[in-house]
């Protein structure tokens, strides 16, 4: 009990030494401003009574103080000073609860009253608590302390989670710990990588759009071998055409008579050729012991890449036609040559377009009227369209659907044969009035026309007396002068053989060079057929000046072509003709 007392005196005399030094560090003035009777407090400890402060005071000072710390930026000055005027108060009452527990332990200590010592020294705590809080607070009024981080350290003290004096985290820049500072620069450089790989690729996209921007649109030709070369089953390219295999997808039955043949690649991969629309295609097949070559419009759109339709009017009598619409079935496979033809129009040829079809002649129309509408052409397209009864109407349904979801598409259709009761739309043949009631100023209009030879015949006869240039109508016809009788050519070529025949008077003759042949050329007669009737190889397909298929060059001499459709401008002026078309007066030299 002896050093029990010992260690009593010693706490109660470092703790007065200490608690005067705080409280005369207090300014003096305001200290004696707020408590006059500071000095008495010592004195008149022993009448205030320990129960007075243990109840009224108790750790109510501290909870009052910190929250007003957190919002002191806030506060007016007139808050400002009454913070104040209550923290000093609250040392007061703090400092004087310490010395009353002293003094109380002191007396409980020499009376061995163990209940008392305890009770005395949860008071010495709960004062210098109070003290503590509105020393802080007194702190930051007067000497300028954050008063946010002081309430933060204090209930952080709280809470344990500070750490012990003299272990506090060291810090860095910003402060930050190493670690913290080591992810932040990692995320930092990740999100420059990022940046920059983005800023990279859209460098690339926009450069990559600027070439493609800047490349001109391909010719057929270019198309073809283009996606020829990068074609497993290409046989070499005649006339910059693909040629090879293609296998019958789908067969659809369009009228009675018609029908749609689907071709698609045998390893199902898009198409390993490019057209435009309004060109042909080439099959050589043998219906029986010859080889024979037809061509067919391709009446699908080019913007379909899997995938080229042809559509075939089945002739009673015709070799090629019957076959395919009455023993081709889905799967088979065709050799095929394609693209052919010069009559396209992709809508950058003229601002309008006017369509003049007449039975099958359908077939090329309807490819233009598909690829423009797919494209969404804004412009007008007129289509007039010339047939005999409605159950021959080819593409009626799908005109229907287009003519519905496309307003500048104008379709006007007239049936030559049906009675009144079966159509209710004209039933006369083309003529003038019918052609310019429909399309209005149709002189400044470019027009193509495709069916039978006098249909066309007829149409170019109306255009020309409603006053279009010939330039602006571009013709084909299917049914063509046949000059030996069919279409058909076998695939057996003659090797040349030297011929020279004696010229006839006032006959000119025709040097086909490659070949080492001269022979005479009749004025009613054409390069091709004499070329043919001499064994002279030169292709051909239409016979009527529109797909360019017979295109030679002329070597020497001069020719008179009565329909050049199927020849450029440039290459007329290159020296070129076409075969189907050329005659002369004059002695010509031909590179064939
Ligand atoms: C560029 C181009 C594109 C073409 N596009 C298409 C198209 O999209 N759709 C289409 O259907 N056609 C098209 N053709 C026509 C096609 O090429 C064929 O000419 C057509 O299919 C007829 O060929 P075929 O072998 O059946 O008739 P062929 O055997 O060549 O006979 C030709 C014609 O003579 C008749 N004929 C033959 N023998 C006799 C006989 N003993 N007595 C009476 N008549 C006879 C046939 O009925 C037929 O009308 C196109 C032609 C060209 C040049």
């Given at each position: 009990m002896k050093n029990l007392q010992a260690i009593n005196v010693t706490v109660l005399l470092s703790?007065?030494?200490?608690?005067?030094?705080?409280?005369?560090?207090?300014?003096?003035?305001?200290?004696?401003?707020?408590?006059?009777?500071?000095?008495?407090?010592?004195?008149?400890?022993?009448?205030?009574?320990k129960g007075h402060m243990g109840r009224g005071h108790r750790g109510r000072g501290e909870r009052e103080l910190y929250p007003k710390l957190i919002s002191l930026p806030d506060l007016s000055p007139e808050q400002r000073v009454k913070l104040r005027r209550v923290s000093y108060t609250l040392m007061l009452r703090g400092l004087t609860l310490m010395l009353e527990s002293v003094d109380d332990l002191f007396r409980a200590s020499i009376d061995e009253d163990l209940d008392r010592m305890h009770s005395a020294t949860l008071r010495l705590r709960t004062g210098l608590k109070q003290f503590e809080s509105a020393l802080a607070t007194t702190r930051a009024i007067e000497q300028g302390a954050s008063p946010r981080n002081e309430a933060l350290r204090w209930f952080k003290s709280e809470l344990h989670l500070l750490p012990p004096v003299g272990q506090e985290r060291k810090t860095l820049i910003f402060g930050m710990s190493p670690f913290h500072l080591t992810i932040c620069s990692v995320l930092v450089i990740f999100m420059i990588l990022m940046l920059w790989m983005y800023v990279h690729k859209m460098k690339k996209a926009a450069s990559l759009l600027q070439t493609l921007q800047n490349v001109p649109p391909p010719s057929p030709k270019t198309q073809t071998l283009e996606r020829a070369s990068a074609?497993?089953?290409?046989?070499?390219p005649r006339s910059g055409k693909w040629s090879g295999q293609l296998k019958v997808g789908s067969i659809f039955s369009e009228t009675p008579n018609v029908k749609t043949f689907r071709f698609v690649s045998p390893d199902e991969s898009p198409l390993p050729f490019a057209y435009l629309p309004g060109q042909f295609l080439t099959l050589s097949l043998k219906p029986d012991d010859k080889v024979v070559k037809r061509s067919y419009t391709i009446s699908s759109s080019p913007t379909q890449r899997y995938y080229c339709e042809i559509t075939v009017k089945r002739e009673e009598h015709g070799l090629v036609s019957k076959y395919l619409c009455d023993h081709l079935t889905e799967g088979g496979t065709l050799d095929i040559s394609a693209p052919g033809g010069r009559l396209t129009f992709t809508g950058k040829e003229a601002d309008s377009i006017v369509l003049l079809a007449g039975g099958v002649g359908i077939t090329p129309m309807m490819s233009v009227i598909r690829y423009l509408t797919?494209?969404?052409?804004?412009?007008?397209?007129?289509?007039?369209?010339?047939?005999?009864?409605?159950?021959?109407?080819?593409?009626?349904?799908?005109?229907?659907?287009?003519?519905?979801?496309?307003?500048?598409?104008?379709v006007l259709v007239t049936m030559t044969k049906a009675k009144k009761e079966e159509w209710p739309g004209p039933r006369e043949r083309?003529?003038?009035?019918?052609?310019s009631e429909f399309i209005p100023d149709i002189s400044s209009k470019r027009v193509h026309i495709c069916g039978s030879v006098p249909m066309t015949a007829a149409a170019k006869s109306i255009l020309s007396e409603l006053g279009l240039p010939k330039e602006q109508v571009k013709s084909e016809s299917f049914g063509g002068q046949k000059k030996k009788g069919t279409q058909a050519q076998t695939e057996e070529r003659q090797e040349p053989t030297e011929v020279t025949q004696a010229p006839k008077e006032g006959v000119p003759q025709v040097t086909f060079q490659k070949s080492k042949k001269s022979v005479d050329l009749p004025h009613d007669k054409c390069i091709l057929e004499v070329a043919?009737?001499?064994?002279?190889d030169i292709d051909y397909t239409c016979r009527e000046g529109t797909c360019g298929d017979c295109i030679v060059k002329i070597l020497s001499g001069e020719v008179n072509m009565e329909c050049e459709d199927g020849l450029d401008p440039e290459e007329k002026a290159q020296g070129f003709a076409l075969a189907c078309q050329a005659k002369s007066t004059k002695d010509v030299v031909v590179d064939a």
């Amino acid at each position: 009990m002896k050093n029990l007392q010992a260690i009593n005196v010693t706490v109660l005399l470092s703790l007065m030494l200490s608690l005067g030094s705080v409280c005369f560090a207090q300014p003096r003035s305001a200290h004696q401003k707020h408590h006059p009777k500071a000095g008495k407090g010592r004195m008149g400890r022993g009448r205030m009574g320990k129960g007075h402060m243990g109840r009224g005071h108790r750790g109510r000072g501290e909870r009052e103080l910190y929250p007003k710390l957190i919002s002191l930026p806030d506060l007016s000055p007139e808050q400002r000073v009454k913070l104040r005027r209550v923290s000093y108060t609250l040392m007061l009452r703090g400092l004087t609860l310490m010395l009353e527990s002293v003094d109380d332990l002191f007396r409980a200590s020499i009376d061995e009253d163990l209940d008392r010592m305890h009770s005395a020294t949860l008071r010495l705590r709960t004062g210098l608590k109070q003290f503590e809080s509105a020393l802080a607070t007194t702190r930051a009024i007067e000497q300028g302390a954050s008063p946010r981080n002081e309430a933060l350290r204090w209930f952080k003290s709280e809470l344990h989670l500070l750490p012990p004096v003299g272990q506090e985290r060291k810090t860095l820049i910003f402060g930050m710990s190493p670690f913290h500072l080591t992810i932040c620069s990692v995320l930092v450089i990740f999100m420059i990588l990022m940046l920059w790989m983005y800023v990279h690729k859209m460098k690339k996209a926009a450069s990559l759009l600027q070439t493609l921007q800047n490349v001109p649109p391909p010719s057929p030709k270019t198309q073809t071998l283009e996606r020829a070369s990068a074609h497993q089953e290409v046989a070499t390219p005649r006339s910059g055409k693909w040629s090879g295999q293609l296998k019958v997808g789908s067969i659809f039955s369009e009228t009675p008579n018609v029908k749609t043949f689907r071709f698609v690649s045998p390893d199902e991969s898009p198409l390993p050729f490019a057209y435009l629309p309004g060109q042909f295609l080439t099959l050589s097949l043998k219906p029986d012991d010859k080889v024979v070559k037809r061509s067919y419009t391709i009446s699908s759109s080019p913007t379909q890449r899997y995938y080229c339709e042809i559509t075939v009017k089945r002739e009673e009598h015709g070799l090629v036609s019957k076959y395919l619409c009455d023993h081709l079935t889905e799967g088979g496979t065709l050799d095929i040559s394609a693209p052919g033809g010069r009559l396209t129009f992709t809508g950058k040829e003229a601002d309008s377009i006017v369509l003049l079809a007449g039975g099958v002649g359908i077939t090329p129309m309807m490819s233009v009227i598909r690829y423009l509408t797919d494209i969404g052409w804004p412009k007008d397209i007129y289509l007039f369209y010339s047939c005999r009864h409605p159950e021959e109407f080819i593409f009626r349904e799908e005109l229907e659907y287009l003519q519905a979801r496309h307003p500048k598409l104008h379709v006007l259709v007239t049936m030559t044969k049906a009675k009144k009761e079966e159509w209710p739309g004209p039933r006369e043949r083309l003529n003038k009035t019918l052609l310019s009631e429909f399309i209005p100023d149709i002189s400044s209009k470019r027009v193509h026309i495709c069916g039978s030879v006098p249909m066309t015949a007829a149409a170019k006869s109306i255009l020309s007396e409603l006053g279009l240039p010939k330039e602006q109508v571009k013709s084909e016809s299917f049914g063509g002068q046949k000059k030996k009788g069919t279409q058909a050519q076998t695939e057996e070529r003659q090797e040349p053989t030297e011929v020279t025949q004696a010229p006839k008077e006032g006959v000119p003759q025709v040097t086909f060079q490659k070949s080492k042949k001269s022979v005479d050329l009749p004025h009613d007669k054409c390069i091709l057929e004499v070329a043919e009737e001499n064994g002279v190889d030169i292709d051909y397909t239409c016979r009527e000046g529109t797909c360019g298929d017979c295109i030679v060059k002329i070597l020497s001499g001069e020719v008179n072509m009565e329909c050049e459709d199927g020849l450029d401008p440039e290459e007329k002026a290159q020296g070129f003709a076409l075969a189907c078309q050329a005659k002369s007066t004059k002695d010509v030299v031909v590179d064939a």
